[in-house]
């Protein structure tokens, strides 16, 4: 009960007061903006890492 208690008022204070509203909601649409950015973030990452030599790079150290 203690462990749990200090978990939620770090949720609280991490994430606001209606975190678990915004949860509720975000689950409700189809894609939300966040998501629309973490793939083009992942996706521009992707292009990036294909851009070099990956075991070169690890066997030269650099």
Same mark, same amino acid.
């Given at each position: 009960? #203690?462990? =749990? *208690? /200090?978990? &939620?008022?770090?949720?609280?204070s =991490?994430? #606001? !007061? $209606?975190? &678990? ?5 975000? #689950?409700? @649409? *189809?894609?939300?903006? /966040? @998501?629309?950015?973490?793939? /083009?973030? +992942? !996706?521009?990452?992707a292009?990036? *890492? @294909? $851009?070099? &030599?990956?075991?070169?790079? +690890? &066997? *030269?150290g650099?």
């Amino acid at each position: 009960p #203690g462990i =749990v *208690s /200090a978990l &939620d008022a770090f949720k609280v204070s =991490v994430y #606001g !007061e $209606n975190h &678990d509203l915004e949860e509720a909601t975000a #689950g409700k @649409s *189809s894609t939300s903006e /966040a @998501s629309k950015k973490r793939k /083009a973030i +992942a !996706e521009t990452a992707a292009k990036e *890492s @294909s $851009n070099y &030599d990956w075991p070169v790079l +690890a &066997d *030269s150290g650099k």
